[in-house]
DNA sequence: CGAATTATTGATGACTTTCAAGGGATGTGG
DNA sequence: CCACATCCCTTGAAAGTCATCAATAATTCG
């Protein structure tokens, strides 16, 4: 059987409560259900999509872990995102009709795509969808003020103990642990995300261990003090 | 007469081009006529909204030249944008209902206010206007993106340059010199923008001066070489 | 005109990067 | 199932970049 012919309910989706309207009518989710086109499976270390390609559906993750990446020419590279289950990757492309970063998969991965034309065809219909997609992308653009912050304003401690934090709320939030996680990327791609190299994120790292603060073994990370990542990031040693 | 009582029409506005979609139709264009409610006087210093303020309405830039920035409770303070006239601002506040940032007005300026709840009503039955409000959403992520990759892999040099260059492409876009320009905020403003310090901004134009790059008096900017500028913003003396 | 704000410049120091080397982990093919 | 190659991570030493502290000058605004 083609899994990409299975038959798509975002009505039956666990994670729907992630990336779907709260309290709709039962005639208006199933209405939803109209939105997913098909489900695609996107192998480890492949791209979802890829910059300066047309853009045409955005993506509800599934399962799987992404991340997104801007290369520019002359060899800059910076990881812009970390994305998971129930969160919606793809809207840098409606701007001008083509994708302007790349997603990659950091582990296997499968994503519900939304054609976007569909997704403005039932937002004129159903308002709480309409109201949805303009949250969605409301909370992208906060997300980011927060990252502009952290890259603007804050040490490579404070950057790192921020990152921790987010990841495991996040994942809290999907039924995972608070305290333990495991990093689906590479100590260069966090630090590419937090403006920071590899060795100074890896050394942060062991500051954290014989701080106590954190267990680390490899990409697995056990939040020994929550209250000390916290202090760290809220530290106002550095603010005028 | 109560300034706010003029009578608002988009359709005659010189800058619709940049913040109305285009080629509507005669019809349509008359509609969009609804969207402002009113305008709205913002005084140099003072906020168009603040954090926390509960989000009503999205605010078109008439004239005048804000900021938009984060202050967090422990003094952590970013700048996260400049914006000057035809652009949009407020879009952070629909996600939550309130507003996230506070806008300030660096110079004199007036605004049309578009009550939110009214957008999403219009963008329900003229489709250009839905298209055109997810665009505006998608090019603010877009936006960030790029400050994200200067905040995270650029060199103060570099940062200054791309800032420049920005700045004087969108005065150009909107009838002014390619070369000269009038900055609207202070050293410690770009410094927070740019996640510099106001003295390392100082420095860093004092260098290009030197190095014949721009001139500088004060808040005059005077471009001499933008190929210079885009030589420093290209430069890949620092990537792998 | 004077107070306050803004900008420049120098000296010093802190933090992060760069360069380098070695150890572990992971995965593939024999 | 082991061996080997590759990738990833850690750690040290040195260098570079930017921040901090401080003093002065220029400008703006009431």
Not at 29 to 52: H, I, Q, Y
Not at 167 to 174: C, D, F, G, K, S
Not at 220 to 232: A, C, P
């Amino acid at each position: 059987m083609n899994p990409q012919a299975i038959k798509v309910a975002c009505s039956n989706c666990n994670l729907r409560e992630l990336c779907m309207p709260v309290g709709l009518s039962d005639q208006d989710m199933s209405r939803l259900d109209e939105l997913v086109a098909v489900r695609r499976k996107v192998k480890r270390g492949s791209t979802l999509f890829t910059n300066g390609e047309k853009f045409t559906s955005l993506y509800a993750i599934r399962t799987g872990f992404f991340k997104t990446c801007l290369a520019t020419e002359d060899g800059r590279d910076q990881v812009t995102g970390f994305q998971m289950a129930g969160e919606i990757i793809g809207l840098d492309g409606i701007v001008n009709d083509q994708h302007t970063c790349d997603a990659v998969a950091l582990e296997d991965a499968e994503v519900c795509v939304m054609p976007f034309d569909r997704i403005e065809e039932l937002s004129r219909e159903v308002n709480a969808l309409q109201h949805h997609v303009h949250k969605i992308m409301s909370r992208e653009i906060v997300r980011e003020h927060g990252v502009m912050l952290l890259l603007g304003s804050m040490r490579a401690e404070e950057r790192l103990a921020a990152f921790l934090l987010n990841l495991v709320q996040r994942l809290h939030a999907r039924g995972f642990s608070q305290s333990e996680l495991v990093l689906r990327m590479t100590r260069e791609e966090i630090g590419s995300y937090l403006g920071l190299k590899l060795e100074t994120v890896s050394r942060t790292f062991s500051k954290f261990v014989e701080e106590e603060i954190v267990e680390v073994k490899q990409r697995h990370v056990r939040i020994l003090s929550t209250e000390g990542l916290q202090r760290l990031v809220n530290n106002q040693a550095h603010c005028e």
